[in-house]
């Protein structure tokens, strides 16, 4: 896989491209689906704190249970 040097650490191109689909995941959770986005949100998140973007994917699932949690208690 693809590294990309940030910093002093270095991170997977994929796990960094997982991490922002998890993040946009999240965002739709807020407004659409909340239960599949905020799903794909978590489980993405999950997968992209294991690799070695970790701080992207803590994002990607607190967005994606805040905007499932916020939606379901709205409606």
Excluded: H
Excluded at 47 to 74: D, M, P, R, Y
């Amino acid at each position: 896989m693809a590294e990309k040097e940030v910093g002093q650490e270095r991170t997977d191109a994929s796990a960094l491209w997982m991490a922002w689909i998890g993040i946009a995941a999240g965002i739709m959770a807020f407004f659409f689906a909340p239960l599949f986005f905020g799903s794909v949100a978590v489980v993405l998140g999950l997968i992209t704190i294991f690799s070695k973007a970790n701080n992207l994917g803590w994002w990607a699932v607190i967005l994606g249970v805040v905007g499932a949690v916020a939606n379901w208690w709205f409606y």
